[in-house]
């Protein structure tokens, strides 16, 4: 069975939070939860472990603080602080959680602005805007999409149009799947029987190469292997001529029924 990918999942701030008209009661019914929010993506995805769940706020000292009034007293100013405290406690924890795991994730989830050490660590990373407990933070989108980090965008409380909402959700989804494709590719090794070039005889063109194809190969195989750990294996056809005339035809004509029979998606 296929090794299920792998997603560290932070919540760096709540929708709960919000201080405004609405009364606690009422956030609670109306505002959907960090874990309400990560239920939805999960329904829609297979063979993903999410881990971590980091929650940075400790929505039980948010609570002692009235969300009835603007403006706070000197208690509940205390319990701002120690709650922003435990905030820093908790993504440090975070982050050196996810730099010690390297070797057994494949990406990040943050609901929120991803913070620099996440980047820093070279997994892939989705950006969730939770359109609502973030709102005035700053969220650089076109950042973002600069250093290759997918984004994504959920309100905390759900769109009047159902299927705008779900559509969030799959969108959210279609970016995981995108990591699930990316671990897969892991220490995976391509065979390529060619007499020419391993990147195909036509393929790349002059002006893609610029006049030295070598340099352009070695390149192009260096990325392929540290980016995506995947690597070309080249043989020319001679050899598997040869391979082929030695291989034992009951066993090859099982082999080839497996592929013929596999051959409609990958396992």
């Known amino acids: 069975m296929d090794r299920k990918t792998r997603i560290y999942v932070i919540f760096p701030s709540s929708g709960l939070d919000h201080r405004g008209a609405w009364k606690q009661e009422e956030i609670r019914r109306k505002v959907m939860s960090n874990e309400r929010m990560l239920e939805e993506i999960e329904r829609r995805c297979e063979n993903v472990e999410f881990v971590g769940r980091i929650n940075l706020i400790d929505e039980d000292r948010l609570d002692r603080i009235s969300r009835s009034h603007y403006g706070m007293t000197e208690e509940e100013r205390l319990f701002r602080a120690e709650t922003h405290r435990i905030a820093q406690q908790r993504r440090r924890a975070a982050i050196e959680e996810v730099r010690n795991s390297l070797h057994e994730l494949d990406g990040i989830l943050i609901f929120g602005p991803p913070w620099g050490e996440l980047i820093d660590t070279g997994l892939p990373v989705i950006a969730v805007f939770p359109m609502w407990g973030m709102w005035m933070s700053g969220f650089n989108p076109k950042a973002y999409r600069e250093k290759g980090i997918l984004i994504g965008y959920l309100p905390v409380v759900r769109d009047a149009s159902e299927s705008v909402f779900s559509a969030r959700l799959d969108d959210l989804a279609g970016k995981i799947r995108l990591i699930q494709a990316l671990s897969r590719m892991k220490g995976m090794k391509a065979l390529v029987v060619t007499d020419r070039p391993v990147l195909g005889e036509f393929e790349p063109t002059p002006?893609?190469?610029?006049?030295?194809?070598?340099?352009?190969?070695?390149?192009?195989?260096?990325?392929?292997?540290?980016?995506?750990?995947?690597?070309?294996?080249?043989?020319?056809?001679?050899?598997?001529?040869?391979?082929?005339?030695?291989?034992?035809?009951?066993?090859?004509?099982?082999?080839?029924?497996?592929?013929?029979?596999?051959?409609?998606?990958?396992?």
């Open 207 to 267: 002006l893609q190469v610029r006049g030295d194809r070598k340099r352009y190969e070695e390149i192009y195989l260096r990325n392929l292997r540290e980016t995506f750990g995947m690597e070309l294996v080249a043989i020319p056809q001679r050899e598997m001529v040869e391979r082929m005339k030695k291989a034992d035809e009951e066993k090859a004509r099982r082999v080839a029924r497996k592929w013929i029979d596999e051959s409609a998606g990958i396992r």
